[in-house]
């Protein structure tokens, strides 16, 4: 395997603003939401420290316009909402041992002894809305000749390492590049020679410039600079055709947030003695500042994740605390009110680009959403949980034992989360 290599950047030179987008049919509707859009983010931009009363009277009017843009750029087929449904072998698709998953997410390998989780669908609700199946010889097409990114923090690799099994179940592919330091998944690339496709994950927790425990576990909080993206991936962007971006959960996190020298606020850090800024905050700036980057330069497409929920039902080391072993059915479990605000944050912060892009009238790049909140909080059995450790209760049950709540089993429902990215870079072919 060779040291890294950068990949040849396009031949576009990066600018300060928004790129441009050509949109296809979906242009004349857009035309049509853009000037009431307009004036619902102009608000919201000049917003961010509002009081609730303003929030409440903006909220409305960019729920229903983002809500709309989405049925539109998915021409009516909406994958946001929807029901698991029984397919037997839908997600046995792929070894996880060949393709080389991270070993805490090889649930079969590890003696996970129910194997239904890999049984099931997802249908969506809108009437004649149906999800294909993966096919990898689609997505290699669609993507030929052309780098494939993943941006974010382990949810992106979990998901970019599907990909890569899904597709290297039909074709053969080779890593190229891996992290020099045993047991990290920071940065790897995987190359399909048949379609001239690379596929990179980059793992950027905060998406911006972040350290202290970002890079050493052991360390009490993050310092994360919210005027600065993260270094590998940010100076790769001009490389990428089709960039998936996934993050959110390092934000629950204890954490410093600077711009410049200066600190905007903490979270989770009361002792400190400085303002509490939340998560909604620094998570909108942090999506707002990487789809700025990544359409300011050449054509490409951008898809951003919503937030996919843990399910630690208990403490995050009692053996029980995601041992469910079906999908909550419709209406069992809604999606938590905190989840749907970040789920709406990516939303908003996508239609707000598409909309600015629209404006420019050049170019082709696309903004889309990948909105897996609500088909992800409905799986808590497609967690590895106490078998993120291969045969856990070989010597008896212990009283404590970690469990993973948070990833997915590979292969797993996280597999469905590529069988909708395939839709959105097909739709227009």
Known sequence: MAAYQPLHQHSHKPSSSYGSVSLGLRTVLAWLLSALLGLALLHLLRCSHCGAREKAMVSPLLQYITSTYSQVSTYGCDYSEGQWVRAPGHARRYNGTECNVKGSENCIRN??????????????????????????????????GKHVAFLGDSMARNQAESLVCLLGASFPYRMVYQDPEPGTRKFWRWAFPSHDVTVS?????????????????????????????????????????????STGHWFWNPSVYYNGSVVVGTHRLSDLNHTEIGV??????????????????????????????????????????????????????????????????????????????????????????????????????????????????????????????????????????????????????
Request: hydrophobic share 40%; net charge negative; aromatic share 10%.
């Open 111 to 144: 003696g996970r002894p129910d194997t239904g989780y890999l049984d099931w669908r997802w249908q969506p609700s809108a009437d004649g809305c149906h999800l294909p199946s993966f096919d990898a010889a689609s997505f290699l097409a669609a993507v030929r």
């Open 280 to 429: 909604f905050s620094p998570y909108r700036e942090a999506i707002r500042m990487t789809i700025r980057r990544l359409v300011s330069s050449a054509a490409r497409t951008v898809v951003v994740a919503t937030f996919s929920p843990a399910h630690f039902e208990k403490e995050w080391d009692d053996p029980a605390t995601c041992a469910r072993r079906l999908p909550y059915r419709e209406g069992e479990r809604e999606v938590d009110a905190m989840h749907a605000e970040l789920r709406s944050i990516v939303r908003e912060e996508t239609a707000a680009a598409a909309v600015a892009m629209i404006d420019g009238g050049r170019g082709a790049t696309t903004v889309e959403v990948l909105d897996v909140t609500k088909l992800a909080a409905m799986r808590p059995d497609g967690h590895p949980g106490v078998y993120m450790k291969r045969d856990p209760f070989a010597r008896g049950v212990p009283e404590r034992l970690q469990s993973d709540c948070l990833h997915f089993c590979l292969p797993g429902p996280v597999d469905t989360f590529n069988e909708i990215l395939l839709q959105l870079l097909t739709k227009r072919r």
């Open 201 to 245: 994950v980059y793992w950027a927790p905060f998406l911006a410039r972040a350290t202290g425990k970002p890079e050493n576990y052991s360390e009490p909080y993050s310092s994360v600079y919210l005027d600065a993206l993260a270094e590998r991936w940010s100076a790769d962007a001009d490389t990428m055709d089709v960039a998936v971006v």
